[in-house]
């Protein structure tokens, strides 16, 4: 069983920045989504275990940065020029053997942590 849990999250003015970690175990691909209130949770972003690529949806490209830590057990989302539309609960989630085609759905991750709020102000 894998427990991941997600940090970080708060209150930040629109174009600020915020890191979020999740404590990951060693050897899963990992996920970021978030939910804003009445909506369906989203695909963020993704990092795949084997070799490290990385995928982002649309909205954060360019904004986002998916990145893991050197003993591989923390995955971050640095959060750049944050919007008010990016306020949303976000969660991590992990996979041992998650498809390539399946890194961007929800269905394809076993694992999901707690979630922590991230809220931006206009």
């Known amino acids: 069983q894998v427990q991941l849990v997600e940090s970080g999250g708060g209150l930040v003015q629109a174009g600020g920045p915020l890191r979020l970690s999740c404590t990951a175990s060693?050897?899963?691909?990992v996920g970021w989504f978030r939910q804003a209130p009445g909506k369906e949770r989203e695909f963020v972003a993704a990092m795949r275990w084997n070799g490290g690529a990385t995928y982002y949806d649309d909205s954060v490209k360019g904004r986002f940065v998916i990145s893991r830590d050197g003993a591989k057990t923390t995955v971050y989302l640095q959060m750049n020029s944050l919007k008010p539309e990016d306020t949303a609960v976000y969660y991590c989630a992990a996979d041992r053997s998650i498809i390539l085609s399946s890194l961007r759905l929800v269905r394809g991750y076993a694992y999901w942590g707690q979630g922590t709020q991230v809220t931006v102000s206009s």
């Open positions: 060693y050897g899963y691909t």
